[in-house]
Every structure is written in structure tokens, then in C-alpha cells.
């Protein structure tokens, strides 16, 4: 943020925090779920840019690669997998709808009382440098005696994903790897949940114990659905 | 540059938000969409408290979030590609098998 002087970033914070409040607020609101992810699309980036004013580039970089490029284009496939338009009209708003405002109301009253009475309002006493820089070590001749090399460090500035980098790779490293394995637990279970029942020219090619198996769950889902 | 305060307020601003979604609407996928907006607005203010304790270990939470809010989403759209198939509805009132 060193290029952009005086109350840039306040304006910038102003103009994207109320494009990003409106846009959520039309995700609750809109009656057609298409609608709904484009606007929680705009909710993302608009979250993107306020990273950003906070010395996250990795993490905004992260934002829009994941939420906006993973997260909605999976929301908008099953938008148009379930066919909306063939489901029956009903009332998008549930029986408890004032009920779900209230609690709504009274969490952000709690929200802004825990705000407006913590001491958060001063501007960040500690400077940002620790974000955004990071410590590495070279080689280098040394001084007096040209034949020797001797290793020195130095700050290098503007490095956010670096050290962002360096913590997730030493002390973050097993949570890392666990949420690694949590991302493959996760697509294993998303498919073995949502695959479909084989066609009859699939059951054909298929061996005896898998079809066994599928028998096996059909059953459970009639007695499920009964 | 904007204030903690200013961070804070605009993440309960889309915590609330969510939450509303969450309890109100009734179509399933917009439901999830307001999980994730509750998700964004936690990450909202663990970078605002990394900024102000130049702390990396807030940025690095925020990645975990994304990444658990990746697999959850997943996980419940197939759960809701399912529901589909086997209701053909994707109304949360409607799934009351377990009496929730």
C-alpha cells in the first residue's frame, strides 16, 4: 500500500465494502439461484480487494483462484443440473422468516456493541512489515579476503506468498498436510455420494459383485424413501 | 487506511447476512451460498487481526478456511444432487426424514 498515498485506501474500503454488503444482501434476496451465485460471486471479489488493503495478496490471490473460480462455477453446475424451472412453485421465504430476520438484527447488534466498545478503532500500532517481508541468506565474497565466501541475510520487501510460504511449509506444515488429506477424504465422499444408478447397458459390462452391491443399495433407498 | 473497527463491523454486516440466508431461505443451494458467505465474513476478520497484530498466522488460518469451505461445499452439493434424485425437491423443509 506504500504507492497509494493519503485516504486512498479508506475510499477504496468505502466503495468495495458497500458494493460487497449490497451484493450479499441481493444473494439472500434474489428468488433465482443463478442470480444468487452471481452475486455471491461479486460478495468474493469485493472480499478479494479487501484483502488486498490489508497486506493479503496470497490470500486474495487465493480467494478468486478458489472461491470464485472453484467454489461458483461447482454452485452454477448443479444449478443447472437441478432442473429449477421443473420444480413446483413454492414460497422461497420459510414459515420463520421473521423469526430469521430477528436473529439476524440482534447478532449484528451484538456484532457492532462488541465493536464499538473493544479498542479497535485506532489505526494498526504495529507496523506491517513482518506481512510482507521475508529473511533470506546468501553467499558472498568476502570482504577482505576475495578467495573465501561467507553467507549473509537480507530483508527482502514486497514477498507476501514468500512468507506466507515459509509459515505453511514449517510451523504450519502437519496442519497443511491434514488439510491436504481432509481435500481428498472430501472428493472421495462428494463422489461416492452423488454418482448415479447404472443404465442397463452399463450393468452388462459391469462384474457380478458390483451390481450385487448397487442391488444392495437400491434397497436401502426404498426403505429410505418409504 | 481503514480501521480495524471498519473490518470488523463490515464482516458482522456479512456474518448477519448469512445467517439470515441461512435461516430463511428455503431452496438448498442458497442456503450453502449463505454458509459460504458466513465463512468469507470470518475471513474478513481473521485478516483484519493479522494486519493489526502483523501476525502472518491469521493469513494462514484464512487458507485453511478456504479449504474447508472447499470441501464443504462439495460434499453438500452431492448430498444435494442426491436429495434431488431421490425427492426431486431441493426444499429444506421437505427433507424431514430424520424429523430435524
Redesign the interface.
Known amino acids: 500500500?506504500d504507492g497509494l498515498t493519503g485516504n486512498m485506501?479508506?475510499l477504496v474500503?468505502?466503495v468495495i465494502?458497500t458494493l460487497?454488503?449490497a451484493s450479499?444482501?441481493l444473494?439472500?434476496a434474489m428468488r433465482n439461484?443463478v442470480h444468487?451465485?452471481l452475486f455471491?460471486l461479486l460478495?468474493?471479489l469485493c472480499?478479494a480487494v479487501?484483502?488486498v488493503?490489508?497486506?493479503?495478496e496470497?490470500?486474495a490471490a487465493?480467494?478468486v483462484l478458489?472461491?470464485a473460480g472453484?467454489?461458483m462455477v461447482?454452485?452454477l453446475f448443479?444449478?443447472m443440473?437441478?432442473n429449477y424451472r421443473h420444480?413446483?412453485e413454492?414460497?422461497?421465504?420459510?414459515p420463520?422468516?421473521l423469526?430469521?430476520?430477528l436473529?439476524?438484527?440482534s447478532?449484528?447488534v451484538l456484532?457492532?456493541t462488541l465493536?464499538?466498545t473493544?479498542a479497535?478503532?485506532?489505526?494498526?500500532?504495529?507496523?506491517?512489515?513482518?506481512?510482507t517481508t521475508v529473511r533470506e541468506s546468501y553467499i558472498t565474497e568476502h570482504p577482505s579476503d576475495p578467495s573465501k565466501l561467507v553467507r549473509r541475510t537480507r530483508d527482502r520487501e514486497n514477498r507476501n506468498a514468500e512468507?506466507?510460504a515459509m509459515?505453511?511449509y514449517t510451523?504450519?506444515l502437519v496442519?497443511f498436510e491434514v488439510?491436504s488429506l481432509?481435500?481428498l477424504?472430501?472428493?472421495v465422499?462428494?463422489?461416492v455420494?452423488?454418482k448415479?444408478e447404472l443404465s442397463a447397458e452399463e450393468e452388462e459390462a459391469t462384474p457380478n459383485f458390483i451390481l450385487e452391491r448397487a442391488e444392495e443399495e437400491k434397497d436401502v433407498?426404498e426403505i429410505?424413501?418409504a | 487506511?481503514?480501521?480495524?473497527?471498519?473490518?470488523?463491523?463490515?464482516s458482522?454486516?456479512?456474518?448477519?447476512?448469512?445467517?439470515?440466508?441461512v435461516?430463511?431461505?428455503?431452496?438448498m443451494?442458497?442456503v450453502?451460498?449463505?454458509i459460504?458467505?458466513m465463512l468469507?465474513a470470518v475471513?474478513?476478520n481473521l485478516?483484519?487481526f493479522?494486519?493489526?497484530?502483523?501476525?502472518?498466522?491469521g493469513?494462514?488460518f484464512?487458507?485453511?478456511v478456504?479449504?474447508?469451505?472447499?470441501?464443504?461445499?462439495?460434499?453438500g452439493?452431492?448430498?444435494?444432487?442426491?436429495l434431488?434424485?431421490?425427492?426431486?425437491?431441493?426444499?429444506?423443509?421437505e427433507a424431514r426424514?430424520l424429523h430435524g
Open positions: 500500500m485506501p479508506l474500503f468505502m465494502g460487497a454488503v450479499s444482501i444473494v439472500v439461484p444468487s451465485a455471491l460478495t468474493f472480499v479487501l484483502f488493503i490489508k497486506a493479503a496470497f490470500v487465493v480467494q478458489v472461491y472453484g467454489i461447482l454452485f448443479v444449478v443440473l437441478i420444480l413446483p413454492e414460497r422461497v421465504m420459510s420463520v422468516w423469526g430469521g430476520i436473529v439476524g438484527v447478532i449484528f456484532f457492532a465493536v464499538r473493544g479497535y478503532h485506532d489505526e494498526a500500532p504495529t507496523p506491517v512489515k513482518t506481512l512468507a506466507v509459515a505453511l510451523d504450519y496442519p488439510a481432509f481435500l477424504v472430501a472428493m465422499g462428494a463422489i455420494i452423488g448415479r433407498k429410505m424413501s | 487506511m481503514p480501521s480495524t473497527a471498519a473490518y470488523l463491523m463490515l458482522g454486516t456479512l456474518f448477519a447476512v448469512g445467517l439470515v440466508g435461516i430463511v431461505r428455503r431452496n443451494i442458497t450453502l451460498m449463505c459460504e458467505l468469507n475471513n474478513i485478516i483484519a493479522s494486519y493489526r497484530l502483523a501476525n502472518l498466522e493469513q494462514v484464512t487458507i485453511f478456504i479449504c474447508i469451505a472447499a470441501g464443504e461445499a462439495a460434499v452439493l452431492a448430498i444435494i444432487i442426491q434431488y434424485r431421490l425427492r426431486s425437491t431441493i426444499n429444506v423443509d426424514t
